[in-house]
């Protein structure tokens, strides 16, 4: 099944449950912008712990609108989403309600939990550069080093106006202004090899074809190719490459979060509490570093062999709140540099 006919599917079994009720024994309802096979390992493992079922329905936009329309009719429990802004958005539109409990408290820490309760960060992932192992040697590489005229011609990324994107630049904001974060970003469209196209994959498939020889990615990519036995020709563009951990000059490497809220409704309030509860625990947490290859929010717990084997990650300390009011500064900014109509416009 393709992922349109997965979200066709979950659209479908959701549409039935607005004929009837949200309300269900034994079922926790999860509006998800996360792909599905991101979060199937976790859900399951929920599922065979608790015999709670999970419903997911992706989308790749309007999550927070759609449950601020659908108002006490609608069958989101749980919210599970990507970046930080997102989580506050969700937050700031009334999507979300607060929830205060002791186990996830207990389980994460405070610096990645909302002071009001309505967002808890699961993971973290950082946003590194896949590099060539052919074409790019052993020297440090910082952020600012891409709007360097060295790399001209030779850097892919996906759309600047991608959440994760979106988030990198505005932690540049955060760091260095707007007026210089402008000229860097101009910088950075100068140096692409294309115009930006795709995920962050196919990013090191293009540095494998030999179209560029480095890209924005996230780190827990790198860790599903390497390791894809479905698809092999994706372990041949991971080992095509090898992570660079960039840095800005307080010399720590950009982390993003994921999340999880609990929905402002919620029919299925106690299962989505569980829900919650368990996507904080120890299990779930080693199972994102395991199987999921991101970084557990959980102290102590060190990623998977195979993320630790990329280097060592020392994160930026620029607080997660500056990141997202930075957010609407950084899409703006991409619109009006032109970063993804392209080196050439």
């Keep these: 099944m393709n992922s349109k006919s997965i979200r066709f599917a979950a659209a479908f079994a959701f549409a039935t449950l607005f004929a009837g009720t949200a309300l269900a024994d034994g079922v926790v309802n999860i509006y998800s912008y996360r792909q599905p096979d991101l979060i199937k390992p976790v859900l399951d493992a929920f599922s065979a712990e608790t015999g709670i079922k999970t419903e997911v329905l992706f989308l790749d936009k309007g999550l927070e609108d759609r449950i601020v329309a ?20 969700a937050k700031e539109k009334g999507a979300t309600q607060a929830l205060d409990d002791a186990t996830v408290n207990a389980n994460i820490p405070a610096e990645y939990r909302d002071p009001e309760g309505e967002w808890f960060g699961l993971t973290k992932r950082a946003r590194v550069l896949y590099a060539s192992k052919e074409r790019v040697g052993d020297e440090p590489i910082a952020y600012a080093d891409l709007a360097d005229p060295k790399w001209k011609g030779k850097i892919c990324m996906r759309s600047g106006q991608h959440d994760y994107n979106l988030a990198l630049f505005s932690a540049a904001i955060a760091h260095w202004g707007e007026a210089k974060a402008e000229e860097w970003m101009k910088g950075l469209k100068a140096n692409l090899a294309r ?23 996230n780190t827990y990519y790198v860790g599903l190719m390497q390791t894809n036995e479905k698809e092999p020709e994706e372990k041949e563009w991971a080992g095509a490459i090898k992570v660079v951990f960039p840095t800005f000059e307080s010399g720590g490497t950009h982390v993003n979060i994921s999340g999880a809220a609990l929905a402002k409704y919620a029919p299925n309030r106690d299962n989505a509490v569980k829900l919650i509860q368990f996507l904080s625990s120890h299990k779930a947490q080693q199972i994102y570093a395991e199987q999921v290859f991101e970084y557990p929010v959980e102290p102590g717990l060190e990623a998977s062999a195979v993320v630790k084997a990329f280097g060592a990650l020392k994160a930026d300390t620029l607080p997660l709140a500056d990141i997202a009011k930075n957010r609407k500064a950084a899409s703006e900014m991409v619109d009006r540099v032109g970063l993804d109509d392209g080196p050439a416009s």
Excluded: H, M, W, Y
């Design 70 to 89: 659908e108002g006490q009719n609608s069958p989101a429990d749980v919210i599970l989403t990507v970046d930080i802004a997102r989580l506050t958005n």
């Design 195 to 217: 115009k930006p196209e795709g995920g962050d994959r196919p990013q090191a498939k293009a540095i494998f074809a030999g179209e560029c020889d480095i890209a924005l990615g």
